[in-house]
């Protein structure tokens, strides 16, 4: 990717995924921008003030810019006003800012894998009929109605848990683990720092133009394991394990349209001091 692809606007830029992926955006020679109020951006970045509330920021934010990169969202918070407000009135004004000041861009949302079923018959695909009932998932189920309604250029990617990097993300597990009580024996889809790069990286490039798309890596894997990993003990347990596909995301479409997970195991990014 060259400089010449234009500049690129990303949201979220100081979160978990925001501050991993902007450097490596940088490295590749594009030209970035940040979405930011008053805090410090990765080498090389443009710092842009802006607020998803502020309707006159965001088009001054997205003014020239040739794709947008959403990232920015509430997830595990205990106000449902916040999350709702957040991820789906802010990212309605971002895509209003964005028809206004700069209609011929890329828009890349960023989305969860968390929208499918519990009960799913099969890991999630991108086709299943939706009916999150928690706040997280079904806000992000109707900002992604909104991209795909608004007449922009857009791409959606959802995600599974994101770990690496030293994020700090799989260490947080645990207590998530054992205040939603999950069978040991459940499967997880996931996907390293390195490879929300791949994938944004296809999608600035335009190979997911009109499409939503689940990006994981090659192996979902127990929850057993993954806690085994980090060097926390997990009960082991025979009993049958409902809801067998539950967090488990079919990727065969990103596969298809040409991601390739550069970490395809959770144990090769613990060979190569990747976690």
Same mark, same amino acid.
């Given at each position: ?11 979220g830029?100081?979160?978990?995924v ?5 450097p490596r955006?940088?490295?590749? @020679?594009?030209?970035?921008? %940040? +979405?930011?109020?008053?805090?410090k951006?990765?080498?090389?970045v443009? *710092?842009? $003030?802006?607020? !998803?509330?502020?309707p006159?920021?965001?088009?001054a ?9 959403h990232?920015?969202?509430?997830f ?6 916040l999350?709702w407000?957040?991820n789906l009135?802010?990212?309605?004004n971002?895509?209003d ?17 968390h929208?499918y ?6 890991? @999630?695909?991108e086709?299943? %009929? +939706?009916?999150?009932q ?7 189920? *109707?900002? $992604?109605?909104? !991209?795909?309604?608004?007449?922009l ?37 996931t996907?390293?720092?390195?490879d929300?790069?791949?994938a944004?990286?296809?999608?600035l490039?335009?190979?997911?133009d ?5 990006i994981?890596?090659e ?9 085994q ?10 009993e ?14 990103a ?19 990747l976690?």
């Open positions: 990717m060259e400089r010449q692809f234009g500049k690129i606007l990303v949201t830029a100081t979160g978990l925001g501050s991993r992926l902007l955006l940088v490295e590749a @020679g594009c030209e970035c921008a %940040a +979405l930011v109020r008053g805090k951006v990765a080498s090389g443009t *710092a842009v $003030e802006g607020n !998803l509330f502020d006159a920021s965001l088009e934010a997205v003014r020239d810019v040739k794709a947008v990169i990232l920015a969202a509430v595990r918070s205990p106000d449902t006003e999350i407000k957040s009135e802010g990212t309605r971002l895509i800012a964005v028809k206004i000041t700069a209609p011929d861009a890329r828009f890349i949302f960023a989305s969860t894998s929208v079923d519990k009960s799913n018959p099969h890991p @999630g695909r086709d299943d %009929a +939706l009916n999150p928690h706040a997280y998932p079904a806000s992000k189920v *109707a900002a $992604e109605k909104k !991209l795909r309604e608004s007449g250029n857009w791409s959606v990617l959802r995600f599974p848990f994101v770990y690496g990097d030293g994020d700090g993300h799989l260490e947080e597990l645990p207590k998530h683990i054992v205040a939603a009580n999950f069978h040991p024996a459940m499967r997880m889809s996907v390293h720092h390195r929300i790069y791949t944004v990286n296809l999608a490039q335009g190979t997911m009109g499409r939503v798309v689940n994981a890596d192996a979902p894997t127990t929850l057993y394991e993954l806690l990993l980090i060097g926390q003990p997990m009960a082991p347990s025979a049958p394990l409902t809801n067998p596909w539950y967090l488990h995301a079919d990727a065969s479409l596969r298809s349209l040409g991601f390739q997970a550069s970490v395809r195991t959770i144990y090769q990014a613990a060979q190569e001091n976690l």
